[in-house]
Nanobody, 118 residues
Framework: QVQLVESGGGLVQAGGSLRLSCAAS????????MGWYRQAPGKQRELVAT???????NYADSVKGRFTISRDNAKNTVYLQMNSLNPQDTAVYYC????????????WGQGTQVTVSS
């Protein structure tokens, strides 16, 4: 089992920045990728960004150039730096982890709310 705990959400004005953190614990040796997803009210959960154990990253088109995903292996923590936020970024952001035995992301955090005011 892997436990994921997010932090760093909050309320910010449009154009502002936030950094989300996700601390992983448990059977982290099995994780080969981690990611951030988000879900806005009335919408499906969508991919924001992912990072592999080798450091390769992938971003949704809507956040490219504004968000940066990174990881600190020593701290077992993944970050999402979000710049130039706009109201469309308002959502609950979830950290997720993909174990090497799974086809997809199998572990999820509890989510952290990000609200961007106009």
């Amino acid at each position: 089992q892997v436990q994921l705990v997010e932090s760093g959400g909050g309320l910010v004005q449009a154009g502002g920045s936030l950094r989300l953190s996700c601390a992983a614990s448990g059977s982290i040796f099995s994780i080969n990728a981690m990611g951030w997803y988000r879900q806005a009210p009335g919408k499906q959960r969508e991919l924001v960004a992912t990072i592999t154990s080798g450091g390769s990253t992938n971003y949704a088109d809507s956040v490219k150039g504004r968000f940066t995903i990174s990881r600190d292996n020593a701290k077992n923590t993944v970050y999402l730096q979000m710049n130039s936020l706009n109201p469309q970024d308002t959502a609950v952001y979830y950290c997720s982890a993909k174990p090497d035995w799974a086809l997809g992301y199998s572990y999820w955090g509890q989510g952290t709310q990000v609200t961007v005011s106009s």
